[in-house]
């Protein structure tokens, strides 16, 4: 049986753009602790994140479309992890894997960053300590929905994200333009205080 | 002659406390005296091995007399012998004469117990911080330092997605 293919399709060039993001979604591997594990497993054979487009683990920032933060984040690796999300070229999205990378978890200790959306903008967030690969590709699968959603081809999407998006009372008490590891006071910290205190 | 001997006829009976516990041996040794005991023991008494180097803050310690203690674990490894010294200090400048000329390993060793406990290593060719950003500036094993630190976990400016 033939099958008769149109000559030519009409199409939105946004959407072509974002099929084609869509199903190549090659991730950098920040992986700072166990769930890097996982992220491994997710890779390999038994779950196999290749089905979905995102098995193209680049190690240069330069090459990838996804940075999945995996693992906790302490303050040393903070300015790391910014200058890689900065070297990654547009368009771009984060994942926040587990519960460390998304708000510290067990680690509430001075040196262990409460949440990485504290300092870059993280587009999904993965529960589970650390979480099953079955989790991951589902948050790839979210990615790939946002994509097919909200992309455009010249990721015009992102110049409306202007504000801040991590935890509010961050966004008040700092800066963009204060300078790095002086040290601060409770104001700062991370738990919600009260006004009084 | 055990090692307990051999320092007490070097260094009399008085300046030095020892004591033991499931054949751990440890002895207590003023800070004057210190140097010069590492040094009888490492070139008399043939503990070559520097194991491990410990800091400890003695703050809200029961019956504790000094604020801080550091710890040396030495080896000898030829007769498989281990000894362990102990230095009290105290505030406001917990000062140590450093042993990097005695063991090399001692480099790093100090500099992670100057990090953690601000305990200064005078003559180690190179003290800076090991573990914690250069710039911090508290030592955070200290046990007035708080659990959640000063806040210095979150001085960093966030990355706002339209610019970057």
């Known amino acids: 049986m033939a099958v008769k293919f149109p000559d030519f399709i009409v199409s939105k060039l946004d959407w072509l753009a974002n099929q084609a993001r869509a199903y190549s979604l090659w991730p950098m591997p920040f992986a700072t602790a166990c769930c890097g594990i ?41 300015p790391v992890m ?17 519960a ?58 992102f110049e409306g994200r202007k504000e801040f998006e991590g935890p509010a009372p961050l966004a008040r008490q700092l ?20 006004e009084n205190n | 002659m ?27 040794v003023p800070v ?6 590492m040094s009888f023991l490492k070139t008399e008494l043939g503990f070559n091995y520097l194991a491990d180097i410990a800091g400890i803050d003695y703050l809200n310690y029961p019956n504790a007399k000094h604020r801080y203690g550091v710890v040396y674990a030495l080896a000898n490894v030829s007769t498989a012998e281990r000894f362990f010294v ?3 200090l105290d505030d406001p400048e917990p000062l140590l004469p450093s042993v990097y000329e005695l063991w090399k390993g001692a480099d790093w060793m100090e500099r992670e117990v100057y990090d953690m406990f601000g305990v200064v290593f005078d003559g180690h060719p190179d003290l800076r911080r090991i573990l914690m950003p250069e710039g911090f500036a508290s030592f955070p094993l200290r046990k007035d330092y708080p659990l959640r630190g000063r806040g210095e976990r979150h001085n960093f400016a966030p990355i706002i997605r339209a610019e970057a």
């Open chain 1, 38 to 78: 996982e992220l491994m497993a997710t890779a390999s054979s038994r779950y196999d994140i290749a089905r979905f487009g995102s098995e193209a683990m680049r190690f240069s920032p330069r090459q990838c479309d996804v940075m999945i933060v995996a693992g906790r984040v302490v303050m040393k690796m903070v």
């Open chain 1, 82 to 98: 910014q200058r890689i999300w900065q070297q990654m070229p547009e368009p771009k999205w984060c994942i926040s894997m587990g």
């Open chain 1, 100 to 157: 460390c990378a998304s708000s510290g978890g067990v680690f509430d200790t001075y040196a262990v960053v409460q949440g990485i959306d504290r300092f870059i903008p993280v587009d999904v967030y993965v529960p589970g300590c650390p979480p099953r690969p079955e989790q991951l590709i589902r948050a790839v699968l979210d990615l790939q929905e946002k994509v097919r959603a909200t992309g455009t081809i010249n990721a015009r999407e």
């Open chain 1, 175 to 194: 800066a963009p333009d204060q300078t790095m590891i002086v040290p601060g006071d409770f104001t700062t910290a991370t738990r919600l205080r009260p």
């Open chain 2, 2 to 28: 055990s090692v307990e001997d051999k320092l007490k006829e070097r260094f009399g009976s008085e300046t030095l406390e020892f004591s033991q516990f499931r054949h751990n041996r440890r002895a207590i």
């Open chain 2, 32 to 37: 004057e005296k210190f140097l010069d005991v």
């Open chain 2, 86 to 88: 102990k230095v009290l």
